[in-house]
């Protein structure tokens, strides 16, 4: 028996996908805000751009199972779309439903943005009513994304953005699908 599986070749494990290493920090981070609530703004602002990061590294999972060398080759290949627009079309080729009428479609929006936000560190107003309220309440003018920062919000978005990717994953071939639902709740 020993020689038996002495000459069965060994498969390694398959890395982790990034998507799911993402999804992964992003729950850690989560848990670490809870921890220390003094600092717990930047933790949760933090989480939020880690899924905004997991939607993107999602759809480079997505993608190419969908489109083929489509989606990475050649001059007009799909991989160089904006976010937003690699979204719409993953979900159009699904028959996922992406329009405003969907809580999922703010979310991945607002998540776009803030990332975006971050990335070109420039201010963008997400939402001009809660940043007034905020400034109020404080009477010191905070950064737009500031009324993200908490735990609800959070919490509420990343479960918005696991139903998204799961009625896109569940769509996806299965050959190189690999399981959603690995990632860390």
């Not at 809870?34 to 933790?43: L, Y």
């Not at 809660?130 to 978005?157: F, H, I, K, M």
């Given at each position: 028996?020993?020689?038996?599986?002495?000459?069965?070749?060994?498969?390694?494990?398959?890395?982790?996908l990034?998507?799911a290493?993402?999804w992964?920090?992003?729950?850690?981070?989560?848990?670490?805000?809870?921890?220390d609530?003094?600092?717990?703004?930047?933790?949760?602002?933090?989480?939020?751009?880690?899924?905004?990061?997991?939607?993107?590294?999602?759809?480079?999972?997505?993608?190419?199972?969908?489109?083929?060398?489509?989606?990475?080759?050649?001059?007009?290949?799909?991989?160089?779309?904006?976010?937003?627009?690699?979204?719409?079309?993953?979900?159009?080729?699904?028959?996922?439903?992406?329009s405003?009428?969907?809580?999922?479609?703010?979310?991945?929006?607002?998540?776009?943005?803030?990332?975006?936000?971050?990335?070109?560190?420039?201010?963008?107003?997400?939402?001009a009513?809660?940043?007034?309220?905020?400034?109020?309440?404080?009477?010191?003018?905070?950064?737009?994304?500031?009324?993200?920062?908490?735990?609800?919000?959070?919490?509420?978005?990343?479960?918005?953005?696991?139903?998204?990717?799961?009625?896109?994953?569940?769509?996806?071939?299965?050959?190189?699908?690999?399981?959603?639902?690995?990632?860390?709740?």
């Amino acid at each position: 028996m020993q020689d038996q599986d002495r000459d069965t070749p060994f498969d390694p494990p398959e890395p982790p996908l990034t998507y799911a290493e993402l999804w992964h920090g992003a729950d850690v981070l989560i848990r670490k805000a809870g921890e220390d609530e003094a600092s717990s703004r930047w933790v949760f602002l933090s989480a939020l751009l880690m899924l905004s990061l997991c939607l993107e590294a999602y759809l480079n999972h997505a993608g190419p199972l969908l489109f083929g060398s489509t989606w990475s080759e050649g001059p007009q290949a799909l991989v160089h779309k904006n976010v937003r627009a690699r979204l719409a079309l993953i979900c159009t080729a699904c028959g996922v439903e992406w329009s405003a009428r969907r809580k999922y479609w703010t979310v991945a929006s607002t998540l776009i943005d803030l990332r975006t936000s971050l990335v070109l560190a420039r201010q963008t107003r997400l939402n001009a009513a809660a940043d007034t309220r905020t400034q109020e309440q404080s009477g010191v003018v905070d950064p737009s994304w500031s009324p993200y920062c908490n735990r609800a919000v959070v919490l509420d978005y990343r479960a918005e953005l696991r139903s998204l990717l799961a009625s896109i994953h569940g769509r996806l071939p299965a050959q190189g699908r690999g399981n959603l639902f690995a990632l860390s709740s």
